[in-house]
């Protein structure tokens, strides 16, 4: 596998993943990335009725998007005999025991638990069965789900976010490991995932901490050493609501469908509820540098779709030339005019999408605006002649300014509105070289008498 830390992104197939979903692929990623380790993709489709194919493939395309290819990738649905073999273990050692009580029995105990104003925690009554009542409930019909047999002891562990940890397990009921059925709850397969693989640290949110201390006695029991863990901080939407993939909240698909910036998403996620101040960055590798898990905060952290389309316009505007050539070319901007184009206008766009428009303007045919003929008719008369280059707007509006007498908005606006038929964008003294003499001259002339 490798050398450095293992690490995992485990996610179930049962949706499209969202900004909190991959906030925790994200703060893995970077953390392998930053250590030199591998980061596996495991898929956890167990649950039979909810997992889609199509979802497990939309979430290597969002992955991909993000910057994120996993050194190894498996599905829990193809590793069952590793779950049948780790269950076999925990039986034979007395940790994993039948217990036949129906959910309604269950409740009903529960609730006389707490009128009598004691924790509703399992009383291990199947413990006590004979192997005669358990032959007779058998009979009945009752199949057994089986419960892993937590070690009264306060488990601590040194959590990579929030510092030293416990959990007393006497404060918990034995965990249900395999259902009635004999299928699996999550929290067995990926102990025995995690051994297999030998993960060395779990990052995820803390909304599994609570699950923390059972994992680790399992991971006990079956191997001797639990992994390092670290519990990150939760992602709200912006008014403080939690996402689900359930709903599409923040999804990653539609964020990349509205032409979000992939590197804006990366950033936000992982930066807001840090003491990071959230910044653009030019490339995961100098996210990798600036994220440091100590430093999350402990509490929930918003995430403003509206400061995302800000971040990701910033983002655009930073991003040089090189790190977009290919998806430049994607949009059909090619050729020599390509790097000055996006010089010219990066600084102007809220998304990469509105690159094609102004390489329109630039390359292509547009109808021009023209409020005022007779002075376009003299601007025309004023234009140096080629070649062009970028001093050729300030030389060539100083010798309009000096015939027409005009200055301000009264000497550029119309100019602009002729040139590329808007009233504003980017510098047109930029602009003017890839749009070249010959075109600009039509559009001046467009409406002459």
């Known amino acids: ?117 004691r924790p509703p925690i399992y009383d291990r009554a199947a413990l006590r069965l004979s192997a005669e009542e358990r032959a ?12 892993f047999r937590l070690e009264p002891a306060t488990v601590h562990w040194e959590d990579m976010v929030r510092g030293p940890s416990h959990i007393d397990c006497s404060s918990l009921s034995d965990p249900v490991l395999v259902r009635e059925d004999g299928s699996y709850l999550y929290t067995l397969p990926s102990v025995a995932d995690d051994i297999d693989l030998r993960v060395s640290h779990v990052i995820r949110g803390e909304d599994h901490v609570t699950n923390t201390a059972v994992q680790i006695q399992i991971f006990e029991a079956l191997a001797g050493k639990a992994p390092s863990f670290g519990h990150h901080n ?19 698909s539609s964020l990349r469908e509205g ?10 996620a992982v930066l807001v509820g840090s003491a990071e101040a959230v910044r653009p960055v030019g490339s995961l590798s100098e ?43 994607a949009l059909e901007i090619v050729g020599a005019d390509a790097e000055p184009f996006w010089s010219a206008v990066r600084g102007n766009l809220a998304q990469l999408g509105e690159a094609r428009d102004w390489w329109r303007v630039t390359q292509g045919e547009i109808e021009p605006v023209v409020e005022e003929p007779a002075f376009l008719a003299q601007a025309a008369a004023c234009l140096p002649p080629a070649p062009w280059d970028l001093t050729t707007w300030g030389v060539w509006t100083s010798a309009l300014k000096a015939s027409s007498g005009r200055k301000g908005k009264a000497l550029f606006h119309p100019l602009r509105l002729a040139l590329t038929g808007r009233e504003s964008g980017p510098e047109l003294a930029a602009l003017l070289p890839l749009i070249g003499r010959i075109k600009a001259l039509g559009r001046l002339s467009a409406h002459a008498a």
């Open 136 to 147: 007779a409930l058998e009979a009945q019909g009752r199949r057994p789900h089986w419960r």
């Open 234 to 252: 939760l992602l709200t939407d912006a008014s403080g609501e939690g996402l689900s993939k359930r709903t599409g909240a923040l999804s990653i």
């Open 259 to 268: 032409g979000v910036e992939a590197l804006a998403v990366a950033a936000l």
């Open 1 to 117: 596998m490798s050398n450095g830390p293992i690490v995992r992104f485990a996610p179930s197939p049962t949706g499209r993943i969202h900004i909190g979903n991959a906030r925790t692929a994200l703060l893995n990623w970077l953390f392998a990335m930053r250590e030199r380790g591998l980061f596996i993709l495991r898929f956890d489709d167990t649950d039979r009725e909810r997992s889609r194919a199509e979802y497990a493939d939309s979430i290597e395309t969002d992955l991909a998007w993000l910057g994120i290819i996993p050194g190894f990738q498996c599905r829990q649905s193809e590793r069952m005999a590793l779950y049948d073999s780790a269950a076999t273990k925990l039986r034979e050692i007395g940790r994993l025991y039948p217990a036949y009580e129906t959910a309604e029995e269950l409740d009903r105990r529960r609730k006389r638990q707490q009128a009598l104003g």
């Open 287 to 329: 996210l990798a540098a600036a994220v440091d898990l100590t430093h999350l905060s402990h509490g929930a952290a918003r995430f403003d779709e509206a400061e995302l389309r800000a971040l990701s316009a910033r983002t655009l505007h930073a991003l040089p030339y090189e790190a977009m050539r290919e998806r430049l070319a």
